[in-house]
């Protein structure tokens, strides 16, 4: 926002100049378009009142201006280009002809104007964090860091930087690299959420159970309550043998049905540490349900038809039974009753499968199979 202001004292100064003609902009309309974000309408007033040829550098730079904030950026490019053949050596102008090709997307030319100022200033901050920028995006971690790592060098304190390098190196598990990028920047941004949440990654890793539990509370304070924060409470709570604010905690997981099976575990474990055995197995169940796939008995059941096809039939009895472990089909105790009267020509267990079908009440479009069953059933029964 400082920059904003500082930018718009320097385009209405700047704007107050004479064209060929004589004309003068009114500088408080001029305020006025650029306090209300008004950019597009403060770009139509200078063309109007700077028709072309416009060669005064400081008019072109106030068109310039307004159409990069209003999103013109070819119109813009023009402008300070424009301005840049005039004075190759002018920063700000090269900086913005960077960050202008750089939102076109094209990184070829945008960095070749970052490194013009690069070639003058090979300590500017700026240039740094949006070559890192640019390269991130571009999918080249390499430069990113390159880039990112001589910024921060600069301006440590900078936290999109030392956001940005400290991802990269939790990715690659150098907590104690990004425990103290983000130590350094949130000493002086204590509030910032993005630095909180990357500490609390790294605190978690390096087993600061204590320190991470401070952290989650305080982004909790903020407001924060991604699953994320709420499960790395939880845990580090648990981790520090506090069962009962662990329980209490990912009970709001369950509330807001993102419960997983890591909370559910942890909360389980809590229970049996407390001596409260039925809540321990309930939530033990919710894990073992939660961690194993709802498709795992359709598999299973799949493998089962596979192993009927080539004769296997042993095999596919037992592993028709092991698909019932993981979710019951009724249509699963048709075929292990079918392959004990047809295959296996064991009457008693047919009898006892059929009757389970029956049981397990099948839906309508298994009328045939369900007919068939109890027909068998009164058959194999006598």
Same mark, same amino acid.
Do not use: W
């Given at each position: 926002? %400082?920059?904003?202001?500082?930018?718009?004292?320097?385009?209405?100064?700047?704007?107050?100049?004479?064209?060929?003609?004589?004309?003068?902009?009114?500088?408080?309309?001029?305020?006025?378009?650029?306090?209300?974000?008004?950019?597009?309408?403060?770009?139509?007033?200078?063309?109007?009142?700077?028709?072309?040829?416009?060669?005064?550098?400081?008019?072109?730079? #106030?068109?310039?201006?307004?159409?990069?904030?209003?999103?013109?950026?070819?119109?813009?490019?023009?402008?300070?280009?424009?301005?840049?053949?005039?004075?190759?050596?002018?920063?700000?102008?090269?900086?913005?002809?960077?960050?202008?090709?750089?939102?076109?997307?094209?990184?070829?030319?945008?960095?070749?104007?970052?490194?013009?100022?690069?070639?003058?200033?090979?300590?500017?901050?700026?240039?740094?964090?949006?070559?890192?920028?640019?390269?991130?995006?571009?999918?080249?971690?390499?430069?990113?860091?390159?880039?990112?790592?001589?910024?921060?060098?600069?301006?440590?304190?900078?936290?999109?930087?030392?956001?940005?390098?400290?991802?990269?190196?939790?990715?690659?598990?150098?907590?104690?690299?990004?425990?103290?990028?983000?130590?350094?920047?949130? %000493?002086?941004? #204590?509030?910032?959420?993005?630095?909180?949440? #990357?500490?609390?990654?790294?605190?978690?890793?390096?087993?600061?159970?204590?320190?991470?539990?401070?952290?989650?509370?305080?982004?909790?304070?903020?407001?924060?309550?991604? *699953?994320?924060?709420?499960?790395?409470?939880?845990?580090?709570?648990?981790? $520090?043998?506090?069962?009962?604010?662990?329980?209490?905690?990912?009970?709001?997981?369950?509330?807001?049905?993102?419960?997983?099976?890591?909370?559910?575990?942890?909360?389980?474990?809590?229970?049996?540490?407390?001596?409260?055995?039925?809540?321990?197995?309930?939530?033990?169940?919710?894990?073992?349900?939660?961690?194993?796939?709802?498709?795992?008995? *359709?598999?299973?059941?799949?493998?089962?038809?596979?192993?009927?096809?080539?004769?296997?039939?042993?095999?596919?009895?037992?592993?028709?039974? %092991? #698909?019932?472990?993981?979710?019951?089909?009724?249509?699963?105790?048709?075929?292990?009753?079918?392959?004990?009267?047809?295959? $296996?020509?064991?009457?008693?267990?047919?009898?006892?499968?059929?009757? %389970?079908?029956?049981?397990?009440?099948?839906?309508?479009?298994?009328?045939?199979?369900?007919?068939? *069953?109890?027909?068998?059933?009164?058959?194999?029964?006598?």
């Amino acid at each position: 926002m %400082k920059t904003l202001f500082i930018s718009l004292i320097i385009i209405c100064f700047t704007a107050a100049v004479y064209a060929q003609q004589g004309a003068k902009a009114d500088d408080a309309l001029l305020l006025e378009y650029y306090q209300n974000q008004r950019f597009a309408d403060a770009a139509d007033y200078l063309k109007k009142m700077y028709p072309e040829p416009v060669t005064d550098a400081r008019t072109l730079a #106030s068109l310039a201006y307004s159409s990069q904030m209003a999103g013109r950026l070819p119109d813009a490019e023009a402008y300070f280009g424009r301005i840049f053949s005039a004075d190759t050596t002018n920063t700000s102008v090269i900086f913005s002809l960077g960050n202008i090709m750089a939102r076109r997307g094209d990184n070829v030319k945008a960095l070749f104007y970052f490194k013009k100022i690069l070639l003058k200033d090979s300590t500017n901050f700026s240039v740094y964090k949006q070559m890192g920028s640019m390269s991130l995006n571009a999918g080249n971690v390499t430069d990113a860091l390159k880039y990112d790592e001589k910024a921060n060098r600069i301006d440590p304190a900078e936290p999109g930087v030392a956001y940005d390098l400290s991802s990269f190196y939790i990715n690659n598990k150098q907590y104690n690299r990004a425990d103290t990028i983000i130590a350094t920047a949130l %000493k002086a941004d #204590s509030g910032n959420l993005l630095l909180l949440q #990357s500490k609390v990654q790294v605190d978690y890793h390096l087993e600061k159970y204590a320190e991470t539990v401070l952290e989650c509370n305080k982004l909790i304070g903020y407001g924060d309550l991604q *699953s994320q924060v709420i499960n790395t409470l939880g845990t580090s709570l648990y981790k $520090l043998k506090d069962y009962k604010n662990c329980i209490n905690t990912f009970k709001l997981l369950e509330q807001s049905n993102m419960a997983t099976e890591i909370s559910y575990y942890c909360t389980a474990m809590s229970y049996k540490a407390l001596g409260n055995q039925p809540m321990a197995i309930s939530y033990f169940e919710k894990a073992i349900k939660e961690a194993i796939s709802n498709n795992v008995n *359709s598999y299973y059941g799949e493998m089962a038809d596979s192993y009927s096809q080539v004769h296997q039939v042993k095999n596919a009895v037992a592993t028709y039974q %092991k #698909s019932l472990l993981y979710g019951e089909l009724p249509l699963t105790y048709y075929d292990i009753a079918s392959l004990y009267d047809v295959q $296996l020509k064991n009457k008693a267990l047919a009898l006892q499968y059929y009757k %389970k079908y029956v049981k397990s009440d099948p839906p309508g479009d298994q009328k045939a199979y369900l007919i068939y *069953s109890k027909r068998r059933i009164g058959e194999l029964s006598r």
